[in-house]
């Protein structure tokens, strides 16, 4: 019985130590606060603001609700031990067991800790060098993530897209709506490679195509990064794209420049002026924070992260289907010999490997 004591202390010990470091207590009273608010008789005058309430309610909750109960459990069955009761060890060692592997899980989840790890993601997909077949591997990548969306039960919207004249996309920014969406996407940015024998020429010969994936995390209301007006420049201009004679026909489409960074951000999809300069103000907010977390500074005037070309020597997976079949991420290390099935959104192994791999 005193060997088994000793591991229940020496895991409630680590227990404790994650409990305090995580700030769970924390979160736990803000968690109780937000109920609170929510047993307002006011609460669903604002149902824009309520909504936004259950959300991070629900997001908290999912978030400490696993620490809160392990805690309980391991003192409940420390106490239990300490009866020193020797027909209970059977009991105590297969609970001891359990805890042990929720420990193991929930610290799995703390990849996912990073400040907007929990949020939604926006992507944008270029394409690079490679012509009319960039464009399509553009279009492939877009299908992929998409796929990936659904087979894991998220949203997805697209925000922004620019069609090829031949065929594919010149560029598609698109919202993947879930929790962790961005926690599992984020490694995903980069350039990504592919070769294969052109459809697009009349020799079929093989051809190398480039595309470049930026993904940051949906700014949430309650999070915090004020834009200062003065950094912005803002046109507005006939949109080119689909929808509609009225998106066509009127100044809708919105550019907003970001002086100090020289970040661009057009939208053109929805109907109304003010509908796509909201949108693009919500992604620049974004990818402001981004490179702000990623850098790690303070100030906007030194917000810009690395612009890789999307070109030889600069991509972060290869893909290949030609002269022979792999798909290898050259920052994990990880291969796979079924491109088709990664193709139709099969990611996850893919992801996994840079979770472990990749640090903020």
Do not use: C
Request: charged residues 30%; negative net charge.
């Amino acid at each position: 019985m005193e060997e088994l004591k000793q591991k229940l202390r020496l895991l409630q010990q680590e227990v404790n130590k994650l409990y305090l470091s995580l700030n769970i207590s924390h979160q736990e009273q803000e968690y109780h606060n937000l109920l609170k608010v929510q047993d307002k008789e006011s609460f669903w005058k604002d149902s824009q603001k309520a909504q936004e309430i259950i959300k991070k309610a629900v997001s908290l909750k999912n978030r400490i609700e696993g620490w809160v109960e392990l805690k309980q459990e391991l003192d409940e069955l420390l106490a239990i031990s300490e009866l020193n009761d020797k027909t209970l060890i059977e009991e105590i060692q297969d609970r001891y067991n359990v805890l042990n592997q929720n420990l193991s899980k929930l610290k799995e989840l703390l990849k996912f800790s990073g400040e907007f790890d929990s949020n939604d993601a926006i992507i944008s997909i270029y394409a690079g060098a490679g012509g009319t077949d960039a464009q399509d591997w553009t279009q492939i990548l877009f299908r992929m993530y998409v796929r990936w969306a659904e087979k894991h039960s998220y949203e997805f919207k697209v925000l922004e897209e620019n069609i090829g004249e031949e065929a594919g996309l010149k560029s598609v920014t698109f919202e993947i709506i879930g929790e962790y969406a961005f926690a599992r996407l984020k490694n995903e940015k980069g350039v990504h490679r592919l070769v294969r024998l052109s459809p697009f020429n009349a020799d079929n010969l093989r051809q190398t195509s480039f595309a470049k994936v930026e993904v940051i995390p949906k700014l949430n209301p309650e999070d915090d990064f004020d834009l200062d007006e003065k950094d912005l420049k803002i046109d507005v201009f006939r949109s080119g794209g689909h929808g509609g004679q009225s998106v066509n026909t009127t100044d809708s489409a919105v550019r907003i420049t970001h002086l100090p960074t020289n970040i661009v951000v057009t939208i053109q999809n929805e109907r109304s002026q003010l509908q796509n300069k909201e949108l693009a103000l919500t992604i620049l907010r974004s990818k402001l924070a981004e490179i702000k977390l990623e850098q790690h500074v303070q100030k906007i005037t030194e917000l810009k992260g690395p612009n890789l070309s999307a070109e030889w020597g600069n991509q972060i997976r290869s893909y290949v289907l030609h002269p022979y079949k792999q798909v290898k991420d050259q920052r994990s290390g990880y291969v796979s010999k079924d491109p088709s099935s990664i193709l139709d959104g099969n990611i996850d192994d893919l992801i996994d490997s840079n979770i472990g791999h990749l640090r903020d």
